[in-house]
């Protein structure tokens, strides 16, 4: 039995002060901020795709498990 396809995803980071320009924001579904506690105000770029990438990978089933 072919194992189901979770749907095709493309995440855009914006800039951290900026977000993303106004036409790339109209042309998603969804628009997502990460929460910040205490005196933070914004995360590493590379940290914060980490982040994204791995709670889409958790939504999407991922046990963490290597092959």
């Known amino acids: 039995m ?3 396809r979770a749907p095709r995803a493309i ?5 951290e002060q900026s ?8 042309a ?3 628009l997502v ?4 506690r205490g005196r933070a105000d914004s995360l590493n770029l590379a940290i914060a795709t980490g982040v994204m990438l791995y709670d889409l990978w958790r ?3 991922y ?3 290597r092959a």
């Open 2 to 4: 072919p194992i189901a």
């Open 19 to 26: 977000g993303l320009p106004a036409h790339m924001e109209e």
């Open 28 to 30: 998603c579904d969804a």
């Open 11 to 15: 995440i855009l980071m914006g800039n």
């Open 33 to 36: 901020k990460l929460p910040m």
């Open 63 to 65: 046990d963490g498990a």
């Open 59 to 61: 939504r999407r089933g």
